[in-house]
């Protein structure tokens, strides 16, 4: 009589759900001086989505992705070449590194990874990125406005210099880059901006940086609209606290502050890159979200807003 092995308890238990198995707070108390790098970060964010299941959404697309060297833009870079798109990412010349790592990652996959760094508050580096993008791939599918800002401070302890550095990295290149990335893009294409908890529930001292995100909002919804005819759909994602260089980097913010970070959202700890990604190519693919437009997507672990 032929018998059966029985499995093991350990291999037939299934797999801790993300929700549960993600990095538990607190972590360790640390700083960094702006921008920051994931490299340093401890631990170090999870951005690969070992448990996702590509499915050729993205083929022979091209995207570029701002702030795409760590953090969520590194998520999205990775997903997006998991699903068959060729990337180009932008980040700041100190974060070459960081940029580095993410380029040889894509690679390892068989895509194309193009590097640009540039400073995008100068409105002609804006222009010159996209152009870059183009002459090398000779197209442009998915503009993903993604790189940020942000200094923890009271609206009496922010100058004027600090707001301006805020809104031109935050809103002012994300409407050159779209401007820019236009004339590039054809029916089907898609533009997605990072948003925030922030521009919708506010917080407090981030008068600056949450007034961008708000703003993002509004110019997300107005852009969809605008563009409907084109075929081209515009949207955002608005995530809640997302462990990235960003936020380890943040002046006005401790070691201390940092090594609690995200404990006050509903989940008790701040999201990893991989839990955000996906929301991305959901809204890059034609084939997913070609109803949506002008919407901006919340991923907020448990803040809930609106309907």
């Given at each position: 009589?032929?018998t059966t092995k029985k499995k093991s308890a350990r291999a037939a238990r299934?797999?801790?759900p993300l929700i549960t198995g993600e990095p538990k707070l607190p972590f ?280």
């Open positions: 009589m032929k299934p797999a801790q360790p108390a640390q700083h960094q001086r702006p921008p920051g790098l994931e490299s340093k970060l401890r631990p170090a964010p999870r951005w690969a989505g070992a448990r996702y299941r590509a499915a050729g959404k993205l083929e022979d697309k091209v995207a570029y992705i701002t702030g795409g060297d760590s953090g969520i833009g590194r998520a999205v870079a990775f997903l997006f070449a998991r699903e068959g798109a060729d990337v180009a990412i932008g980040f700041l010349p100190v974060e070459r590194s960081d940029a580095l790592d993410t380029q040889r990652s894509i690679e390892a996959l068989g895509r194309q990874c193009l590097l640009v760094p540039a400073d995008l508050t100068r409105p002609t580096a804006c222009t010159q990125s996209v152009a870059k993008v183009v002459k090398h791939f000779g197209r442009l599918d998915i503009l993903v406005s993604n790189a940020a800002y942000q200094k923890h401070k009271s609206l009496a302890e922010v100058t004027p210099a600090e707001l301006e550095r805020t809104f031109a990295t935050n809103v002012f290149a994300c409407f050159h880059l779209v401007k820019a990335a236009l004339p590039h893009l054809q029916p089907g294409s898609a533009i997605i901006v990072t948003s925030s908890v922030t521009g919708i529930l506010g917080t407090e001292k981030l008068p600056d940086y949450s007034s961008t995100k708000g703003a993002i909002n509004a110019f997300v919804k107005t852009m969809g609209m605008d563009l409907i005819e084109r075929g081209i759909r515009v949207n955002a994602v608005a995530p809640g606290p997302v462990w990235t260089p960003l936020n380890a980097s943040d002046q006005g913010r401790t070691a201390k502050e940092t090594a609690h970070f995200g404990s006050k959202s509903p989940m008790g700890r701040p999201a990893q890159p991989e839990e955000l990604a996906p929301a991305y190519v959901f809204l890059a693919s034609d084939a997913d979200s070609s109803y949506i437009t002008g919407t901006v997507l919340q991923v907020m672990g448990g803040e809930t807003a609106g309907g």
